[in-house]
């Protein structure tokens, strides 16, 4: 008798929320604002609910769900550069009526919770600081654990170009950390062997 197959809601509670936090990771980083990157969530779980069907069980499910997500976000990101910038009213007032201290306040209690125990300020403002497409590769590789072939499935590009964008965006890095690296103690220890001798 062949294996009962799963129910689509019991498929989705089972395979699909328990990547919920690398997704609000992943959505911040792209979006770096909080409202934002949980509606690319929202919308990230609705279309894969709604697209359930065409998920094979027992695949990846956090690499179907980042690749979702990414195309999310590239397609909001395409609207909003066609519509004029709008402004809204109500936050404006607000904001100007509440303390500045306060409405700024969620937004790092944000960062403090996605970066708690996972990197300092100076890491993560310097992964923040690379261009998108270098700050995706590492934080689906060496944050989310993503192979090389999930990751050139994920965002559509060969696996060459995530090794390539990969060993750019480490040496970006390596470069603007060398400072905060060596404040901390740190030293480069390649080539001083012989030194010590």
């Known amino acids: 008798m062949d294996q009962e197959k799963r129910s689509p809601e019991k498929l989705f509670e089972e395979e699909f929320l328990p990547h919920i936090d690398g997704l609000n990771t992943f959505a911040f980083h792209l979006t770096y604002n909080e409202e934002?990157?949980?509606d690319l969530v929202q919308e990230t779980y609705l279309k894969?609910?709604?697209f359930i069907e065409k998920y094979e069980e027992g695949t990846n499910a956090k690499a179907w769900l980042?690749?979702?997500l990414k195309n999310a976000y590239i397609n909001q990101y395409r609207k909003k550069n066609k519509r004029p910038t709008q402004v809204d009213y109500e936050e404006v007032v607000g904001y100007q009526d509440g303390d500045e201290s306060s409405n700024m306040s969620s937004y790092f209690d944000l960062r403090e919770e996605i970066f708690d125990e996972m990197m300092g300020d100076e890491v993560s403002s310097a992964v923040n600081a690379l261009p998108i497409d270098f700050r995706t590769v590492i934080l689906l590789c060496d944050i989310e654990g993503f192979t090389y072939?999930?990751?050139?499935?994920?965002i559509d590009i060969p696996i060459g170009t995530v090794r390539s964008r990969l060993f750019r965006a480490r040496n970006m890095l390596k470069d603007k950390l060398k400072h905060y690296a060596s404040s901390m103690g740190?030293?480069?220890?390649r080539g001083e062997e012989d030194l010590q001798e």
Do not use: L, M, T, V
Not at 149 to 154: D, F, L, Q
Not at 186 to 189: G, P, S, T
């Open 36 to 38: 934002d990157a949980q």
């Open 48 to 50: 894969a609910f709604r």
């Open 66 to 68: 980042f690749k979702i």
């Open 149 to 154: 072939e999930e990751i050139s499935k994920i």
């Open 186 to 189: 740190y030293k480069d220890q």
